[in-house]
């Protein structure tokens, strides 16, 4: 498996105020699969996708990615597992506003072992002609094309989407969709994709439901349809 | 409100700005402080101690007594208390004592160990001596051979500061003291001694016509009025000089402080406008939302001030003593005045105060939206350069950073401009200072040795060049001196400003520094008078000589003696450029070369103290100022920071993206501290022409420069030094959830 996660457990507060945003969590994927995880606000997803990637850690319980244990990683050690393995896609993008459409890709591509030709993936995103524009420019669904082709360009083992249709309208949120789709097929990147949008799920190889900080569910996705197909 | 539960946490998660913010005021507010204590204490002191123990308002000698019962006479007629002083000297060797029998009117002495004289066997000596020797009461000591025990340690107000001479420039407390001896004992000792005669003036006497009966009567061989005894003057002048350091402390360091944190606290609050524009779209009043960001404002005023208060307390008398260090055992009260404290508390706070209220008023006349979109101040126009260039992403961002947040750069600058300019402001009053010791022997001429002797002598000397030297004083008691000089002379200096030679054999030459105090200039005419016959005398200046040490006018030996009433050719004085054998009974004083080198260095190394407490001081602001200004630049990057986190940048390389555009500002900023160093030093020191009676050069030696440089880093590196955890400290998801552009 790519992702194996074994009895995760992520506690915030403490005492009466405690709440377990994560609460014996098992679960694993394939490689070069789409996943997408459902739940409520508040329901375990977003911090689960933060376990994964590396920005937080467990209280108990166990992450492997791609063979290595990343639980109990030194802050060091996590920042290197993220510069090489992990590619983030937040919803409200969080491109730096200082630096164009190029430059933002630039910074990943800059520290990155191995990084995509930069040209291709702002040809295949459809933002080349957008290069010098800073992100205050952009419509939302070409900011957020552009933080996928931050992600990708270090030629990520693993994409992490946070709702990252969550600010889109619906055009956009497909355009984005098929990117994502693209991607996957041409790269075999495997992908994350945490949303409280059902229709999403029709996306994704894996579809897993999750419901205060406990997996409720996890399907194959038997029929997966493309982003042109799914109503949204 | 329920807005105020903010408050304490609000506090607690922006501690070390307030910390910051507190420690600047307070210190820049500190240096001010302590140099105004130290200035009211010892005026306050010296006012005191003089009026207690009755000082002179002149002493004076004439060639013929004046009869005790005519003593009484001029009393009555003038309204003035008169006293004739008994004096002796006692050359012991390396020592010599000035011998006093007690005096009943004026110059009484204080005893400040010890206990007054009760037998003839005992001496009181004076308390500087004694410290400086380590003299106890109840040790002996010998005077003239005579052994006598040691009842006690004196100050006596005309003698405050302790020179041998009334021409020495720096005390002598080493190789002189002064001693009392029952009026028994001196008698036995050395009959009537010397005679000096003290007078206070009533605040109706006629000075003038005192002085000229007196010379009528009595013949006045010498008359030195209180105002012109740098024994007595050195006490208002220290204190005026650390007065006028105060207000131009205030001028300059606290307003630039209190600038700086008002700059920052209003970007603090443009930090917050998502919630302002939030509370403002939930309804809340325009006052209140003033109100309450307000009185955050007010926590580094106050703090800061009742810091400076209590530092001060606790100061102010170590500090006051630095300052007296080179003064007989003076115990000045060293007092904060409570309206000062209160001021220093309420005026900074209310700055603050107004600061920030005017930023969310400013910002509350925004588009709502835009307030919570967090889009205000957020021009992104200058944010396009380098943007079609093929550059590195660090420099492209460190440019942006720099340029694109013009607000932001300049507060780092001033952090950095700040620090240098308190740090070389210290080292330039040191060079100053040396400048003085290193420069003014230059200006006074190329002599090296110049015999101050006790007599007239007629004709001109075997070895070196005559002078013929008298004091004069103009209509408002100020001293100078005439000097005549041969037309062969060459050892002193003649240089005129305009780079001519004077020729003294036909006209009148005044100094610069004299230019300065009697604002007479070239062409002008100068009135004076002799200070014993008060007999006046109109020359014409016809030029000025470049010497900012010294008072005096300048002409011919010949006429010099006919403006002092003597005929033929006699001189006082001789320069030369090698030692001659005068003997030390023919000489009142000998001034080489290096004396003046010597009395400056001997004057840094008392003030040293003071002199290094600022530097510290300077390094405490930059280091704090700088320290809040690049939290803020922090804070205010915080969401490009956890961005750069999440995308797997290291802590070194985020530190090096984000705070590197600041480097670019540390050669500018230090640069211009520099300058702007120079320019208070030059201002300060035209100011000190009042005060000192001496045009100091203000001075930047090269490896002053350097050392302010090297400081100024360390500074800004143990600012950023101590700022490091705080970008590994960034919270990546808090950030990134706030992160909406």
């Known amino acids: 498996m790519f992702i194996e996660i074994k009895g995760a457990k992520k506690q915030y507060g403490t005492g009466e105020a405690a709440v377990y945003a994560l609460d014996g969590v098992d679960f694993s994927l394939e490689k070069g699969k789409i996943c997408v995880i459902l739940g409520p606000s508040g329901s375990g997803k977003s911090t689960l996708l933060n376990m994964i990637g590396g920005l937080d850690s467990l209280d108990s319980g166990e992450i492997t990615v791609d063979g290595q244990n990343i639980t109990g990683l030194s802050k060091k050690a996590l920042t290197a597992y993220r510069k090489q393995n992990v590619g983030f896609i937040f919803q409200f993008y969080n491109l730096i506003p200082d630096l164009t459409v190029e430059e933002n890709v630039q910074v990943v591509s800059e520290i990155a072992a191995d990084p995509l030709d930069m040209d291709e993936i702002l040809t295949a995103l459809d933002i080349a002609k957008y290069r010098y524009r800073f992100p205050r420019e952009l419509s939302g669904g070409q900011q957020q094309r552009v933080a996928i082709a931050r992600a990708m360009v270090k030629n990520p083992k693993l994409l992490l989407c946070d709702e990252l249709t969550g600010a889109l309208d619906t055009r956009s949120s497909r355009s984005v969709l098929k990117f994502i789709e693209k991607i996957n097929n041409r790269y075999g990147t495997t992908t994350l994709i945490i949303t409280h949008n059902e229709a999403i799920a029709d996306l994704a190889d894996t579809v897993v439901r999750i419901r205060d900080g406990k997996i409720a569910s996890v399907t194959e996705n038997a029929k997966k349809r493309t982003a042109d197909e799914i109503e949204l | ?741």
């Open chain 2, 1 to 741: 409100m329920k807005l105020n539960k903010r408050y304490v946490r609000s506090i607690k998660a922006n501690l070390p700005f307030y910390i910051a913010a507190s420690v600047l005021t307070m210190v820049t507010l500190l240096m001010f402080y302590l140099f105004y204590i130290a200035g009211t204490g010892i005026n306050a002191y010296g006012d005191e101690f003089f009026s207690k123990y009755k000082l002179e308002s002149a002493t004076f000698s004439t060639y013929k007594e004046i009869p005790d019962e005519e003593l009484s006479a001029l009393e009555s007629k003038y309204g003035v208390t008169l006293e004739k002083e008994r004096f002796a000297g006692v050359d012991d060797g390396d020592v010599r004592v000035r011998v006093f029998a007690p005096n009943k009117k004026i110059d009484l002495y204080d005893i400040q160990d010890g206990r007054d004289l009760r037998s003839d066997g005992e001496v009181l000596i004076s308390a500087g001596f004694a410290v400086e020797n380590g003299v106890k009461p109840g040790d002996k000591i010998k005077i003239g051979g005579k052994e006598y025990t040691v009842a006690g340690t004196f100050l006596r107000p005309d003698y405050l500061y302790m020179v041998e001479n009334e021409s020495d420039d720096y005390k002598n407390v080493t190789s002189f003291f002064l001693a009392y001896m029952t009026e028994n004992e001196f008698t036995s000792r050395f009959g009537g001694g010397s005679i000096n005669n003290k007078v206070i003036y009533g605040a109706g006497t006629d000075e003038t016509a005192f002085r000229k009966q007196v010379n009528e009567d009595y013949f006045m061989s010498g008359y030195l009025a209180a105002a012109n005894n740098k024994r007595v003057t050195f006490v208002h002048e220290q204190a005026d000089m650390f007065l006028m350091s105060s207000w131009f402390i205030l001028v300059i360091f606290p307003l630039l402080t209190v600038a700086l944190v008002c700059i920052l606290l209003g970007r603090r609050i443009r930090a917050e406008q998502k919630l302002i524009g939030t509370l403002s779209a939930l309804g809340y009043e325009k006052s209140k939302l003033m109100r309450h960001y307000s009185l955050f404002a007010l926590i580094p005023g106050v703090i800061g001030g009742i810091l400076t208060s209590v530092a001060a307390l606790i100061l102010s008398t170590p500090f006051g003593s630095l300052g007296l260090a080179d003064y007989e055992p003076m115990k000045p009260e060293f007092h904060l005045p409570v309206w000062v404290a209160v001021a220093g508390v309420v005026i900074p706070a209310l700055i603050y105060y107004f600061a920030a209220m005017l930023r969310v008023r400013r910002l509350l006349s925004e588009d709502t939206v835009k307030l919570l979109a967090g889009q205000v101040g957020n021009d992104a126009k200058s944010r396009r350069i380098l943007s079609r260039k093929k550059a590195p992403i660090k420099r492209k961002f460190a440019v942006r950073q720099l340029i694109g947040s013009p607000g932001r750069s300049f507060v780092i600058f001033l952090g950095i401009f700040l620090g240098a300019m308190i740090v070389a402001f210290a080292f330039s009053f040191i060079d100053s200072v040396k400048a003085v010791g290193v420069q003014a022997h230059g200006e006074f001429g190329s002599f090296k040795y110049e015999y101050i002797l006790n007599t007239l002598k007629d004709g001109r000397p075997e070895d070196g060049e005559a002078v013929f030297a008298l004091p004069y004083e103009d209509k408002e008691a100020r001293r100078f001196t005439l000097m005549g000089l041969d037309g062969d002379a060459v050892l002193w200096n003649r240089t005129l400003t305009s780079g001519e030679s004077a020729d003294t054999d036909n006209g009148f030459y005044i100094t610069t520094l004299f230019e300065e105090i009697f604002g007479v200039h070239k062409g002008d005419p100068f009135t004076f008078r002799s200070i014993a016959t008060l007999e006046e005398k109109t020359v014409r200046i016809d030029g000025v000589i470049k010497n900012g040490y010294q008072s005096y006018i300048l002409t011919s030996r010949e006429k010099a003696a006919e403006i002092a009433g003597v005929e033929g050719e006699h001189y006082n004085a001789v320069l030369s450029d090698k030692a001659l054998g005068y003997k030390s009974e023919e000489v009142i004083e000998i001034i080489s070369d290096k004396t003046y080198e010597t009395q400056m260095d001997n004057m840094m190394t008392a003030m040293g103290g003071l002199i290094y407490a600022f530097m510290i001081i300077g390094m405490i602001v930059c280091i704090a100022s700088l320290y809040a200004t690049i939290n803020t630049v922090i804070a205010e990057n915080s969401h490009n920071i956890s961005m750069l986190k999440v995308l797997g940048y290291e802590n070194r390389r985020i530190n090096s993206m984000i705070l590197s555009s600041n480097h670019l500002l540390l050669i500018p900023g230090i640069a211009l501290g520099i300058a702007a160093a120079y320019g208070v030093m030059a201002w300060y020191c035209a100011e000190f022409v009042e005060v000192e009676s001496i045009i100091i050069p203000a001075t930047l030696y090269p490896q002053s420069i350097l050392c302010t440089a090297l400081i100024t880093t360390a500074s800004y590196i143990i600012s950023l030094l101590l700022l490091c955890r705080k970008v590994d400290r960034t919270d990546m998801i808090a950030a990134l959830k706030d992160g909406r552009e």
